[in-house]
Structures are given as C-alpha cells and as structure tokens.
C-alpha cells in the first residue's frame, strides 16, 4: 500500500481507506469537523467525537476537573456550531486514573452537565474505564441541522472573502501563560486563561450564518488559522491569501508575545483552540453580513483576506507574502508507517 502524507491528515486519510465506503444515508462522512446522516425528515442528523487527554491537551496543574468538563462538552459543540447546526444529546467515555479520588470525577461530571443545561444538550450515557497512564475525556455530540441549510469546508470559490467572528491567539497566549507561570498583569492574563480554560461554542453565529445562507465554507479553529484554513482550501481545490495586518490580535495577545519573544503572528496563525469560526463568504454578502450578525446581537465578523486560486495559504504582509499552508498544530508530525 501506498505511504500516505506525513502528520494527522495522513493517518486520517490511511484509516479511511481501511474503513472502507460509506452507506448511502452518510451524506458526509470523515474529512468534516461532524459527519453528516440523512434519515428522513426535515433535518440532517449531525454527529461529532473529541478527545481531551492528560499531558496532551491539559494539566490538571492549572485547570480545574470542572472547567474541563465544560471544555470538553465545549469543543463538542464547536464541531456542531462549524455545521451550522444545533446540539441535542451527548455521550461521555471516562477514563479515569486508579487510585485518584473519585470525587474529581463527578466535579468533571458537574461541569459537563453545567456546560449541557446551557446550552440545552442531554446528556444521555457513556461509559467508565479506568485508565493508568492519565486522565482521558471523550465526548460524543449529536444535534440536528435543517436539510438545506448545512454548512461545510468544501464549498469556497476564488474572489469569496475570509472572515473570523472573534480574536485570534488569545488562548494559546493564555497556554503560554500558564505553561510558562508568566508574571503578567492581572488585566492581561485573566482574559487570556480564560479563553484557553473556556473557549466559547459559536453556536449562535453558526446558525445564523446558516440560516441566512451567508456562508460557503465553515470550520472551527482548533489547531490555528494556518492549519484550519488550508482545510478548507484543500476541501474546495482553492487557495487562500490572509492580510497579516487584518488579524485581530488584541494589546494582551501582543504584551504576551512581547514578554516570551514570539511574533504575534504565529499565536494567531498556529497557536490553536480559539475555537472561533473562520468562514468564507461571497464578496456581494458582505454588508449583509455586518447587518445580520448585528440585528442578532453578534460582533461584526472580521475580514481577514480572500479566497484565490491555486492550492495554498498566503500570508501577505506589507510587500511579503510567504505560504503558511497546514503550519498550525499536528498530533502526528512524523510520518506514518503502512503496516
């Protein structure tokens, strides 16, 4: 068998090929932030898995077993809010270390469901193992989006605009915060390790832009513009241009970069977790857009560039330009090996 790309895409793309065809109800199926099922009935079914595992994508050292519940119900319904859909029911797998206090576990319990009433998500099984080398979250989301009005990657054309609905880095710079136990202002770093222990689900700007068919491409930023983007990209066989200048990077995200000597730029472009929606957008919507996120109580969304042809992601800044395609965060970065 032929060696697939080095990193995660390619042991995405290796695994898909040993899985084999989807049945004919799977209107979307691995490649997409939910895969998608038609059943009947007026809307689609959407479904999404993510996990969140110790020494990976937390230490207990700086967030509490209660805000990783709602963290990891959160990012769950990020994936249904890159759709354009609505959450309904969830599943959570527990692996839990032996010998730690079981009450840890149910304050992660209480913040899962905190996170669900908010949101209006049921929470309806799961299972329990125990797990020696570290805490392990798993959570499963299935919701709903009306047939027509589903969102993708796939789906950008050249001369589409590129826009995000809020600031870039702030949680990675949060990361850095905490990792690096900075000494920092409070009015700095309380914001910032706030996005990174409790990033926000854009579900109401998914819908919207849904609804009001506003959007041709949707993802959420998990793994940083640079990455997440050239999803899209390779999605819809287009590429990309970003103005470095138009990033929304606010003064705490700058001060951060500042005291740890990293550009800016790179929080933004590949730090990950933000956890906003990053979208494409046909140029003549653009004042639709502004209008209709404001009438819906929403923050304008931000331009960001275009949607050019060709295959890969610019980053212009000045009179510089520099590709930045898939730079943003890899599980994986080595290759893998067929076995």
Same mark, same amino acid.
């Given at each position: 068998?032929?060696?697939?790309?080095?990193?995660?895409?390619?042991?995405?793309? &290796?695994?898909?090929?040993?899985?084999?065809?989807?049945?004919?109800?799977?209107?979307?199926?691995? #490649?997409?932030?939910? !895969?998608?099922?038609?059943? #009947?009935?007026?809307?689609?079914?959407?479904?999404?898995?993510?996990?969140?595992?110790?020494?990976?994508?937390?230490?207990?050292? *700086?967030?509490?077993?209660?805000?990783? #519940?709602?963290?990891?119900?959160?990012?769950?319904?990020?994936?249904?809010?890159?759709?354009?859909?609505? %959450?309904?029911?969830?599943?959570?797998?527990?692996?839990?270390?032996?010998?730690?206090?079981?009450?840890?576990?149910?304050?992660?319990? /209480?913040?899962? &469901?905190?996170?669900?009433?908010?949101?209006?998500?049921?929470?309806? #099984?799961?299972?329990?193992?125990?797990?020696?080398?570290?805490? &392990?979250?798993?959570?499963?989301?299935?919701?709903?989006?009306?047939?027509?009005?589903?969102?993708?990657?796939?789906?950008?054309? %050249?001369?589409?605009?590129?826009?995000?609905? $809020?600031?870039?880095?702030?949680?990675?710079?949060?990361?850095?915060?905490?990792?690096?136990?900075?000494? =920092?202002?409070?009015?700095?770093?309380?914001?910032? =390790?706030?996005?990174?222990?409790?990033?926000?689900?854009?579900?109401?700007?998914?819908?919207?832009?849904?609804?009001?068919?506003?959007?041709?491409?949707? =993802?959420?930023?998990?793994?940083?513009? &640079?990455?997440?983007?050239?999803?899209?990209?390779?999605?819809?066989?287009?590429?990309?241009?970003?103005? !470095? /200048?138009?990033?929304?990077?606010?003064?705490?995200?700058?001060?951060?970069? /500042?005291?740890?000597?990293?550009?800016?730029?790179?929080?933004?472009?590949?730090? $990950?977790?933000? *956890? /906003?929606?990053?979208?494409?957008? %046909?140029?003549?919507?653009? !004042?639709?857009?502004?209008?209709?996120?404001?009438? !819906?109580?929403?923050?304008?969304?931000?331009?960001?560039?275009?949607?050019?042809?060709?295959?890969?992601?610019?980053?212009?800044? $000045?009179?510089?330009?520099? =590709?930045?395609? $898939?730079?943003?965060?890899?599980?994986?970065?080595?290759?893998?090996?067929?076995?």
């Amino acid at each position: 068998m032929e060696k697939p790309p080095a990193g995660e895409v390619g042991l995405i793309l &290796a695994l898909a090929q040993r899985f084999g065809a989807t049945p004919p109800e799977v209107i979307l199926g691995i #490649g997409d932030d939910c !895969a998608a099922m038609d059943l #009947g009935g007026p809307d689609f079914l959407l479904w999404t898995i993510d996990t969140l595992v110790e020494g990976v994508h937390f230490d207990p050292a *700086y967030i509490t077993l209660t805000q990783l #519940g709602h963290k990891s119900l959160a990012v769950n319904l990020s994936d249904i809010a890159a759709m354009g859909g609505e %959450p309904l029911y969830a599943l959570l797998s527990l692996g839990w270390p032996p010998g730690r206090d079981l009450a840890g576990a149910l304050a992660l319990g /209480q913040g899962l &469901a905190q996170e669900a009433r908010k949101y209006g998500v049921s929470v309806i #099984g799961g299972d329990t193992v125990a797990s020696p080398q570290g805490l &392990a979250v798993t959570v499963s989301v299935l919701g709903r989006v009306p047939r027509g009005e589903m969102l993708r990657r796939a789906g950008a054309r %050249p001369g589409d605009e590129i826009y995000v609905t $809020g600031p870039l880095g702030e949680a990675a710079a949060g990361l850095e915060i905490l990792r690096r136990g900075l000494k =920092i202002e409070s009015e700095i770093k309380e914001p910032l =390790i706030q996005a990174h222990l409790s990033p926000q689900p854009q579900l109401k700007a998914g819908r919207l832009l849904a609804r009001e068919g506003l959007a041709s491409a949707l =993802i959420d930023l998990s793994d940083g513009v &640079a990455s997440d983007l050239y999803h899209i990209c390779r999605a819809g066989g287009v590429g990309a241009r970003l103005k !470095a /200048q138009a990033l929304p990077l606010s003064p705490q995200v700058r001060a951060v970069a /500042q005291k740890i000597g990293l550009d800016p730029l790179d929080l933004a472009l590949r730090g $990950g977790e933000d *956890y /906003q929606l990053l979208f494409t957008s %046909p140029r003549e919507k653009a !004042a639709s857009l502004a209008q209709v996120f404001s009438q !819906a109580g929403l923050a304008p969304p931000i331009f960001l560039g275009e949607i050019i042809s060709g295959e890969e992601v610019w980053l212009k800044d $000045g009179d510089k330009e520099k =590709i930045i395609s $898939g730079t943003g965060y890899d599980h994986f970065p080595l290759d893998l090996d067929s076995p």
